[in-house]
């Protein structure tokens, strides 16, 4: 179990580097095809405040996760 | 838990849980009525306060709905779970009600955009922030409260009544709106009587205020501050402590981010999507949600309970799992069952009526079209249309200022109405297996010198964030799929994508590295 949590570990850390080019990427392109109000303030929503959790989140939890900090919760 | 600072009989063990079940409860309870009110009277707030042709109003509109849910929230939890603490959870709590409260009760005397300008959605701005900040700080403080009075094979089914308040919340919100909407009538009330639900919450609140002052301060907090165990600084220990921030982490990411979704779509998505995508008419959808919900609370309890028995995380988990696979399938029956397109329409039943009204230098025709249709559905749609009487100023104007103004209204026969509280049960179940047992499970992994303000992030990001952002993000996956300007969404269904991405991350994630074991909560 442990070596599962662990390899899963850098897949979350993964996710969360991923995810910040992806959605700054679709952000530009999406205002750059429409640039209105409505575009700018869903993006800049996603931008500011969802993206930042979801990237910090995952990378810190994927490294604690590869680190093995996650082994000794261990019940199934 | 009781047992641990004095000795009390069982019959006064039982009044005292009670008390502190219901104190923290029905203040929490007036907490969330509060919030939603505005939520569910967006519409009517924007109209009053924030004018469309005010380009900085309406900008204010748009944050004052989000910030207040999603960036402020937070930072309530933050504020308020330190102070909590600090100086101890009852009067924590009891500041939270107050200015919950105030800012409530302020939004139903603020003067509209017309008397006093620009001051007015300014205002409302600054009072939904106060809202916002109150309810971060809230809900941690009265779970960790009654976490901490409950005995530790209990603290599911404690904890489970605080889990109940958000949804009875919402419910006394909807009742409270339906009951004065049609006894003033929709124009009334859309004039002044949408102020009466803010207003009526000071008498709410005072009455909670009464009842939490009598109330005595946690008896694990109170023992660690004898014991001068209490943290000097709780934010810093919360989240720069690698060991405490690992937990943080996994809280929000394998539970409350996926609780936050499903909780989201299950209430407040499916009342838009009945209202939205398959036009149900406002009362009728505002009663299968309230029916649906009425119906589902005991189960947070049922699930709470159940918690102490066989754990939290099975039960969690069940919930995301079972939401993130019957997710599509429901709303797949609830679209079918309202689209007309597979209704055969009572064709002599049709009736076109055409109203031609001269305001001012404008004409106002009106069409409502009403259809009937064999299975017992009827339609109505009504189409204004506003333009200059001046043939003149009509040319002159863009096409986009010439287009009618169009309402769909489906109002569905008895068994499919009854069929669609059923679908919306079935997701309030899924709500309930996510939601009731969660607050245990949250005090339970953290510490007792920082639990308020580390159990109260997690939470506020999770349901705050990610479920807040469940009405944006969906409805723009929706919009994306619009082949083009007034034409229907090719996949009315696509919004489901956000929460089921998100449940069956979270789910994924609490699987692998929750555990299924109860801390005993020691301080």
Same mark, same amino acid.
């Given at each position: ?5 662990? #390899?899963?570990? #850098? ?7 991923? #995810? ?38 995952? #990378? ?17 | ?118 001051? =007015? ?30 005995? =530790? ?37 859309? /004039? ?144 079918? /069952? ?36 064999? /299975? ?8 204004? =249309? ?138």
């Amino acid at each position: 179990m442990s070596a599962i949590k662990r #390899i899963f570990g #850098i897949v979350w850390a993964l996710m969360g580097v991923g #995810i910040v080019p992806l959605v700054i990427k679709q952000a530009m392109k999406e205002i750059a095809a429409k640039p209105s109000e409505e575009n700018w303030i869903f993006w800049s929503i996603v931008i500011v405040v969802l993206m930042p959790i979801i990237a910090f989140s995952l #990378i810190t939890f994927g490294v604690f996760a590869l680190k093995g900090e996650y082994d000794t919760l261990e019940d199934i | 838990m009781a047992q641990h600072v004095r000795d009390v009989s069982p019959t006064e063990e039982v009044t005292s849980t009670r008390r502190v079940i219901a104190a923290s409860s029905v203040g929490t309870l007036i907490e969330w009525y509060d919030f939603y009110i505005f939520g569910t009277l967006a519409k009517i707030i924007s109209e009053q306060f924030f004018p469309k042709d005010n380009p900085t109003a309406a900008l204010l509109a748009t944050l004052a709905t989000f910030a207040a849910g999603f960036v402020i929230r937070p930072f309530g939890a933050l504020f308020f779970g330190r102070l909590g603490d600090l100086i101890g959870r009852k009067y924590t709590f009891l500041v939270t009600l107050v200015i919950m409260g105030g800012s409530t009760f302020a939004i139903g005397l603020v003067p509209g955009y017309k008397t006093i300008g620009f001051f =007015a959605p300014a205002i409302v701005f600054l009072l939904r922030l106060l809202q916002g900040l109150a309810l971060g700080g809230e809900y941690g403080g009265a779970a960790t409260y009654v976490a901490e009075h409950s005995p =530790a094979g209990k603290r599911g089914f404690w904890t489970s009544f605080i889990q109940t308040t958000a949804t009875l919340g919402l419910f006394l919100a909807l009742g409270v709106i339906l009951i004065v909407r049609q006894t003033l009538g929709v124009e009334t009330f859309g /004039d002044w009587g949408w102020r009466i639900p803010f207003i009526l919450s000071v008498f709410l609140v005072a009455i909670s205020v009464f009842i939490r002052m009598r109330m005595s301060e946690s008896p694990l907090f109170v023992k660690m501050k004898k014991e001068g165990k209490t943290s000097a600084n709780p934010l810093a220990e919360s989240f720069k402590q690698k060991d405490n921030l690992k937990m943080v982490l996994i809280a929000l990411l394998g539970a409350t981010a996926g609780q936050g979704v499903v909780w989201y779509t299950g209430q407040f998505y499916a009342l838009s999507f009945l209202q939205n995508a398959c036009n149900i008419e406002f009362v009728q959808s505002n009663m299968i949600i309230s029916i649906a919900l009425l119906i589902g609370t005991p189960f947070f309890i049922v699930f709470g309970a159940l918690s102490d028995k066989i754990g939290r995380k099975y039960i969690m988990m069940a919930g995301m799992l079972i939401a993130v696979i019957a997710y599509r399938p429901i709303y797949t029956i609830m679209y079918s /069952d309202a689209n007309l397109k597979n209704k055969v329409e009572v064709v002599e039943k049709k009736v076109v009526s055409v109203k031609n009204a001269v305001k001012g230098a404008d004409s106002l025709i009106t069409t409502i079209t009403t259809k009937t249709f064999t /299975d017992g559905t009827s339609f109505k749609e009504t189409v204004k =249309a506003k333009f200059p009487v001046d043939p003149v100023l009509k040319a002159a104007l863009p096409k986009d200022k010439l287009k009618p103004e169009i309402k769909k209204e489906v109002t569905l026969p008895d068994n499919l109405k009854y069929k669609m509280i059923g679908l919306v049960l079935i997701q309030v179940i899924f709500v309930t297996m996510v939601y009731g047992p969660i607050a245990a499970f949250l005090v339970e992994i953290f510490p007792t010198r920082i639990r308020y303000t580390s159990m109260s992030l997690p939470y506020h990001i999770g349901n705050g964030v990610f479920g807040g952002l469940v009405p944006l993000i969906s409805t723009r996956l929706v919009e994306a799929t619009r082949p083009g300007p007034g034409l229907p969404p090719a996949d009315p269904l696509a919004g489901l994508w956000y929460p089921i991405l998100i449940a069956g991350v979270s789910f994924v994630i609490g699987s692998l590295y929750i555990s299924n074991k109860t801390n005993n909560m020691d301080a």
